[in-house]
């Protein structure tokens, strides 16, 4: 039993169909021929991607104090 990869391209060209088409995720993956729970896991890999990382507090504090308290 092999494993069956999908190319980078067609992962982003089915989320963004799964996102623009107002339609179930299960029956865009059905007409891909993706299992429905992988389809799911790019999207939600998708949604992560595009959020910022957040920035620990000491991090902004010491920013904070770098720019009001120059040494």
């Given at each position: 039993m092999g494993t069956?990869?999908?190319?980078?391209?067609f992962?982003?060209?089915a989320v963004a169909l799964a996102r623009s088409s107002g339609r179930p995720v299960s029956?865009?993956?059905?007409?891909?021929?993706?299992n429905h729970e992988t389809l799911r896991?790019?999207?939600k890999a998708g949604e992560k991607a595009e959020r910022p990382e957040p920035?620990?507090?000491?991090?902004?504090?010491?920013?904070?104090v770098a720019l009001c308290c120059p040494v």
């Open positions: 069956y990869k999908y190319s980078a391209e992962r982003a060209d029956r865009i993956a059905a007409e891909l021929g993706v896991q790019w999207i920035v620990a507090e000491s991090t902004k504090d010491a920013e904070i």
